[in-house]
């Protein structure tokens, strides 16, 4: 099995949601969300850890955990062929849990004088999943709505969709904060325990 991780995560956030099911559970659910105020006000810490493995619905967990188990598998296999033993899957696992607490805690900053606001979800973790793969293949080709763009194109995309998000109303019930600050930590975390990830990097781009 070479990407360990990414089977348990997907594993344990789908167990997670039947377990802890928002139609069934609500006291539970409402418990182990991500509320910002209540972390803030009622030291509810464990929020941060809790809501990432919580999803709204069906649909919500698939598009999660689609997203982890292609660009996860990927990333985790790299690693581990990069890697004595099983240290790749170690590496990934920090790298989910920094892009994971990056994630929540942007949220929190932007929202921790909100009562009503409340989040859920793997997204920010798989955030930074996808943007820590797309330093390591930044030129292969993603699709967007079935549109073929390249990776680095994607991040651009992304961040200039979330930073929008952030300040606009329109674009739903979307967590833009989780989205960008898994981004951001998923992109430092690989950067600073990756040896060399900066140069692979850089050395796409130079050879275009």
């Given at each position: 099995m070479d990407s360990p991780v990414t089977l348990v995560l997907v594993a344990a956030n789908a167990i997670a949601y039947f377990i802890v099911n928002p139609?069934?559970?609500?006291?539970?659910?409402?418990?182990?969300?991500?509320?910002?105020?209540?972390?803030?006000?009622?030291?509810?810490?464990?929020?941060?850890?809790?809501?990432?493995?919580?999803?709204a619905n069906l649909m919500h967990l698939f598009f999660n955990m689609f997203a982890l188990f292609t660009f996860g598998s990927t990333l985790e296999r790299f690693f581990n062929m990069n890697f004595d033993g099983y240290m790749g899957s170690i590496y990934f696992a920090l790298i989910y849990a920094i892009s994971l607490f990056a994630g929540s805690i942007l949220t929190v900053v932007f929202h921790f004088n909100n009562p009503n606001y409340v989040a859920v979800g793997a997204s920010g973790a798989v955030s930074g999943i996808v943007f820590s793969y797309i330093i390591f293949f930044p030129t292969s080709t993603l699709y967007v709505f079935f549109i073929p763009m390249p990776a680095f194109v994607f991040a651009i995309l992304w961040i200039a969709f979330s930073i929008y998000g952030m300040k606009s109303s329109r674009l739903g019930k979307i967590g833009h904060e989780a989205h960008l600050g898994g981004a951001i930590g998923g992109v430092i975390a690989t950067l600073l325990l990756i040896d060399g990830a900066t140069r692979v990097l850089l050395n796409h781009f130079n050879a275009l």
């Open positions: 139609n069934k559970n609500i006291v539970y659910f409402e418990k182990f969300a991500e509320w910002p105020c209540q972390i803030i006000h009622n030291n509810r810490y464990y929020q941060l850890l809790s809501s990432a493995f919580l999803h």
